[in-house]
């Protein structure tokens, strides 16, 4: 027996209803996670933003006798209780390394202290009334006035919140995933090739496969534990260390990058294998000029991404002691340095006001280079996809 | 004991390089390329080849014909050992050429896939270009040094191959931009260009159209005087066409190896018959 198509669709009438309301479902998800991302992403720039400004105040700087043990005395008294301490303490060292300036006087910007930047951006803060007037007249006569702040690039940390940057702790992010990157991309890598090109398919290969796959998912502070045993205790690599704790990320990142150039790996067709096998290629020519650069774009991929996510990790950092205060940029991947994160994190836990702004500024800067890293990482798949 | 058949027939049988004379058929003036014998082949448990005999001559085509799933890419790829990359394959029996065993542990594959080369049945030329595609493997196997030789030996292959035409002007855009037919003919250039004893071929047209088609057999034709053809096709006419020797394949067995025309006018097995026929496959 036919049926007609209003007959059809009549029975029809359900599904469809039903594909819609699922539509319908999906888009509120979705919805609701952009909203989400907005409200993270508008709170951060809220918070972080004023960060990259920094209030800055004009001063006569006397380069007399008495500046030369005691910076403050170079400072009109008056002017001296809106300037940084951290300027004070510089100027005898100044003094010290030219002799020409003894008996000087220089008009000059300098860093105020943090409390006056925080009442110009408007925030909690200590200063008296008089003060506060002192400070508004000068903003008129535009002696005191916000600039970009480029101690926050160029300085490590600093008790002063004024005087704190990312710089000690950028280097140090770069170190440590350099050596994150020198260690788990070579034996990544190889171990991946090793295990879709060679291995044989036995219980022992099937077993490391299924393990690997579960490191993935180790909870990254165990990935510490581990480095404080095997890195500092046993082999005595020094703490705090960008070495160690480049190690102890490479631990994380290996199952990733492993995972993702084997699926590179397997994601190069079969034909071109046996092609190359046909013109008389051992295993290793079929890998090295055939295989390995149709897979290298996955691999890039791959272990960028497995990058981004170590260089966002704190948690197994804390236990190799890289979670400390950093003032100087470390000069050796055996001396004591931070990572970005950990910075922020470090910050975060500082109770003064003024440090939630560096506390946020950290994380834009962290979330501007993951984003960055990220978007290298698309970019290159898509350039380089390719249709079989 | 298998070893001790080689060591034997080894000394037996003289290779066909070094000038002395090897078996031939004597009725037609044939020399013998590969002697297959007892060759059975398992997957696993299950069994793909059963006690195999074939002799395949040098300067003919052999086509492979048979119902699909009987095991002609199988036992072509016992030719060249491309079975080795297949895991779970346990071979008994012996496939020669120049009277070695090809599978004897002294052989080297690299060495046999030198000699024995391959052309697929889905043209798979390397995602490089033209020029790369023919003068990889040479260059890997030493074959030449000096730039000039390399360039003529890609021309000379690539003029075998009968694709020279089409492709001089443009032999740095990757070979994967050529048509199907033109791919699969870069593939045989790509064979050649090793200069081999042997080609086998798997459904070299089956993925291409009339034309292309047609343009491959002529190519078999002219390729017959330097090399050993063994082809497998699903095509009866192609097989009338091309081959000078077939051999019936089914459910892993040879029901019958005849020269092409008794084959096709005359075959002595009734399955063989019905097969080509159209009664059956
Ligand atoms: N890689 C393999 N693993 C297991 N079985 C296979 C494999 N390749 C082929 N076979 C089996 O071997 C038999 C012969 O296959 P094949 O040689 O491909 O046949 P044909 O080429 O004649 O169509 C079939 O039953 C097929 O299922
Ligand atoms: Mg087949």
């Known amino acids: 027996m036919s049926h007609s198509f209003d007959e ?18 999906s888009m509120a998800s979705l919805g609701i996670a952009l909203l989400f991302l907005v409200v993270f992403f508008a709170d951060m720039l809220n918070k972080g933003l004023p960060a990259f400004q920094q209030a800055y105040v004009q001063v006569e700087v006397d380069y007399n006798e008495d500046a030369e043990t005691m910076g403050r005395a ?20 100044m003094i010290r390394d030219d002799a020409d300036l003894l008996g000087t006087t220089e008009t000059r910007w300098v860093l105020t202290n943090s409390q006056v930047d925080q009442y110009l951006k408007g925030h909690r803060n200590e200063l008296s009334d008089d003060e506060k007037a002192a400070i508004d007249e000068r903003v008129e006569d535009g002696q005191v006035d916000m600039k970009f702040n480029t101690t926050f690039f160029s ?31 070579p034996i990544g890598v190889m171990t991946a090739i090793y295990l879709e090109e060679f291995a044989p398919d036995n219980r022992f290969t099937q077993a490391i496969e299924i393990n690997i796959n ?27 260390s960008p070495l160690v704790g480049g190690l102890t990320l490479a631990l994380m990142t290996l199952p990733v990058i492993i995972i993702s150039t084997r699926a590179a790996l397997r994601s190069v067709p079969d034909s071109i294998r046996q092609g190359a096998f046909a013109v008389g290629c051992s295993r290793w020519q079929v890998v090295r000029d055939h295989v390995l650069p149709l897979a290298l774009p996955g691999i890039m991929t791959g272990s960028i991404i497995g990058l981004a996510q170590a260089m966002g990790e704190t948690a197994p950092l804390i236990i190799v002691g890289m979670v400390a205060f950093i003032p100087d940029v470390s000069a050796s991947f055996t001396e004591a340095a931070t990572v970005l994160p950990a910075q922020v994190f470090t910050w975060a836990g500082e109770p003064e006001r003024a440090f939630v702004e560096k506390t946020a500024g950290g994380i834009l800067v962290l979330l501007a280079v993951l984003i960055f890293m990220n978007a290298t990482a698309v970019m290159l798949r898509k350039k380089f996809e390719r249709r079989w | 004991m298998n070893s001790q058949v080689a060591e034997r027939e080894m000394t037996s049988m003289t290779s066909q390089r070094t000038g002395q004379p090897v078996t031939r058929n ?3 003036g044939h020399d013998l390329s590969v002697r297959v014998r007892d060759l059975s082949l398992w997957y696993g448990e299950h069994q793909a080849l059963h006690n195999v005999n074939i002799d395949i001559y040098q300067k003919n085509v052999t086509a492979l014909i048979g119902p699909s799933g009987c095991g002609k890419s199988t036992f072509l790829r016992c030719l060249n050992r491309m079975n080795d990359l297949i895991r779970n394959v346990r071979i008994q029996g012996r496939v020669e050429m120049d009277g070695r065993d090809v599978n004897e542990p002294k052989m080297d594959e690299v060495a046999l896939r030198r000699r024995v080369g391959m052309v697929f049945q889905k043209p798979n030329p390397f995602p490089k270009s033209i020029f790369e595609n023919v003068a990889y493997a040479p260059r890997m196997h030493d074959l030449v040094s000096r730039k000039a030789d390399q360039d003529e030996l890609v021309e000379r292959s690539l003029r075998d191959a009968g694709l020279w035409e089409e492709v001089k002007d443009k032999l740095h855009q990757p070979g994967t931009s050529l048509s199907g037919g033109q791919q699969q003919r870069l593939c045989i250039a790509r064979a050649i260009a090793v200069q081999p004893d042997v080609i086998l071929m798997d459904e070299p047209t089956s993925a291409l159209d009339p034309i292309s088609t047609a343009t491959i057999e002529d190519l078999m034709d002219k390729l017959k005087k330097q090399f050993t053809i063994v082809t497998v096709t699903h095509n009866m006419q192609q097989a009338a066409r091309v081959a000078d020797y077939t051999a019936f394949f089914h459910l892993g067995e040879i029901i019958e190896y005849n020269d092409t025309k008794t084959m096709f006018s005359n075959p002595h097995t009734k399955k063989a018959e019905d097969y080509i026929t159209g009664r059956f496959g």
Do not use: C
């Not at chain 1, 170079?74 to 060292?93: C, H, Q």
């Not at chain 1, 140090?172 to 991309?185: E, K, R, Y």
């Open chain 1, 214 to 240: 579960n490191l993935a998912a180790i909870p990254s502070i165990l990935f510490g534990l581990l480095g404080l045993a095997v890195f500092i205790n046993f082999f005595g690599v020094p703490r705090s």
């Open chain 2, 26 to 28: 004597e009725q037609v």
């Open chain 1, 74 to 93: 170079a400072l009109d008294p008056e002017i001296a209780s809106l300037v940084s301490r951290s300027f004070e303490r510089l100027i005898p060292g």
């Open chain 1, 155 to 185: 300085q490590g940390d600093s008790k002063m919140a004024e005087r704190a940057g990312i710089m000690a702790a950028a280097v140090g992010t770069i170190m440590t995933m350099l050596v994150t990157l020198a260690v788990s991309f």
């Open chain 1, 8 to 25: 059809i669709s009549a029975q029809l009438k359900r599904r469809h209803r039903k594909s819609a309301r699922l539509k319908w479902m």
